[in-house]
């Protein structure tokens, strides 16, 4: 058998589970990364603000969530917070919200970037037209930011899959953990079973990664010609 | 051109004061512009011209005096400037179109989501404007497919467009090549034989001969002097006119 490792992938209902535990990074990846960009669009309107005060308080949410690893920022939502409040949340939910103040805080950052790197008088002549501030950010500003803010986005949504399978450590049974729990069962029979599992684990990440960067290529070269 | 002083006035500027971190920028300027009228503010850079511009849409604060547009003092909290720019219309130096429109998107843009007008009747418009100054053919065409000189062009149609009652011109020829400078005049020239109101910021002393009713010449934010072109490039009436205009002479 050991020259076949690869069976362990088609094992019993091995392959199936697989897909069950992919299917929860990808919903939590999914939802991160929506409530993450929302909440980082908003977030990157206010950073342009003009109060210091405003710009201060996102400045050190920026700041707290890139500084401390995201593996701490789970432990204490996951362990601290709930216990703490005596609330009760399953490990997808809190990872959700981890990931998406996450998410929201760099995406924030891309957003002011691209809004800041847009020359001033486009608001200007936007102004000149007689648009409102809304009508502006709204036809003008944010049309043009998106395009400038794609590449950085898409990285941010790249790395926040890749981050989910941080998830194993609040006890998610994420494709990670799914691979870990046949690995042990069956690498006393099949010894290369780690290979042929997290291999198979490495491919299905390159599939979800892979379109979204290869998309964001389309665009800019939609946009550029 | 023909005596406009007994039209009615339209914009009308006192005593304004404008400051930069309490530098004065503008002090006691006092200007009428009458419906037809095209004045043309000349004067050395940073004197001010631009800012006084830009104070007459709103882009810039003034800190006292008055700006009366239409018998309507435009100071104030509640000045709806929404409503004004529609009136007033500008174009600036920088190419200011929007990259990520093409040509037509640009000019229906204030139209169609400022002034909510049909679509079609500016489209016919828009399409008799392009054709005026010879850009039908580019329609279609993003910014950056343009010249400088076409795209200022455009910045007019842009602003014409939304019918306004007169036009501010800051300096829309001074980051074009030489070659294009005349495209763009020739059309802002024409604007002025159909009787446009326009306050044209230029350095093109000679054009500013050809199309102003007036010309007023700026120093240091004050208004040095207000006279006719003949009078004004052949018999200037100050010691610094007369310094200024001599660096434009070889």
């Known amino acids: 058998m050991q020259s076949l490792g690869i069976n362990v992938l088609f094992e019993g209902i091995n392959l ?59 432990f204490i939502a ?26 929201a805080a760099e995406m924030g950052d891309i957003v002011r970037g691209a809004l800041e790197s847009l020359p001033r008088h486009q608001m200007e002549s936007g102004k000149a037209l007689g648009l409102s501030s809304l009508g502006v950010y709204r036809y003008i500003l944010i049309p043009q930011a998106i395009r400038r803010m794609l590449p950085g986005a898409i990285n941010l949504a790249t790395r926040m899959v890749k981050t989910t399978s941080l998830v194993v450590m609040i006890g998610v049974i994420d494709v990670v953990k799914v691979g870990q729990q046949i690995i042990e069962l069956s690498t006393l029979r099949i010894p290369t079973a780690a290979f042929w599992i997290y291999g198979f684990i490495f491919i299905l990440y390159f599939i979800i990664c892979y379109p979204l960067a290869k998309w964001s290529k389309k665009l800019e070269m939609k946009w550029e010609s | 051109m023909a005596n406009k002083e007994n039209n009615p006035v339209l914009l009308e500027v006192k005593n304004l004061y404008k400051e930069y971190d309490g530098r004065a920028a503008l002090d006691n300027i006092d200007l009428s512009i009458h419906k037809g009228e095209v004045v043309v503010v000349l004067g050395p850079s940073g ?64 139209p169609e989501k400022v002034q909510s007008r049909d679509r079609n009747e500016i489209m016919q418009q828009a399409t008799q404007l392009l054709d005026r100054v010879g850009l039908l053919d580019r329609k ?64 093109e002393m000679g054009f500013a001969r050809l199309v102003a009713d007036r010309i007023v010449f700026v120093d240091f934010g004050k208004v040095c002097e207000i006279g006719s072109p003949d009078e004004f490039f052949t018999n200037p009436k100050t010691e610094r006119t007369r310094q200024f205009l001599n660096i434009f002479q070889y």
Request: hydrophobic content about 50%; some cysteine.
């Open chain 2, 140 to 203: 279609d065409a993003y910014p950056r497919q343009l010249s400088g000189g076409q795209k200022q062009r455009i910045a007019i149609v842009r602003a014409l467009c939304m019918n306004p009652e007169i036009m501010l011109f800051d300096e829309v020829t001074a980051a074009l090549d030489p070659e294009m400078v005349r495209e763009v005049l020739d059309v802002i020239l024409g604007l002025a034989k159909q009787g446009m109101t326009m306050v044209i910021v230029t350095h």
């Open chain 2, 47 to 110: 004197c001010g011209k631009s800012t006084l511009l830009r104070c007459l849409n709103g882009l810039e604060m003034i800190q006292g005096g008055d700006i009366i547009f239409y018998g309507e003092s435009l100071t104030g909290k509640d000045v709806q400037w929404q409503e004004i720019r529609q009136k007033i219309g500008m174009v600036f130096q920088n190419y200011d179109l929007f990259p990520h429109m093409t040509v037509i998107e640009n000019i229906l843009l204030g």
């Open chain 1, 78 to 103: 996951y362990f601290g917070v709930t216990r703490m409040f005596d609330i009760h949340v399953s490990g997808e939910v809190v990872a959700v919200v981890v990931f998406s103040l996450w998410g």
């Open chain 1, 16 to 74: 199936q589970r697989l897909f069950g535990g992919l299917l929860v990074t990808v919903e939590i990846a999914f939802f991160s990364i929506a409530i993450g960009s929302l909440l980082g669009i908003l977030m990157g309107l206010i950073r342009t603000s003009k109060s210091k005060t405003i710009c201060f308080v996102c400045r050190i949410y920026l700041e707290v969530f890139r500084i401390i690893p995201i593996l701490v920022w789970l």
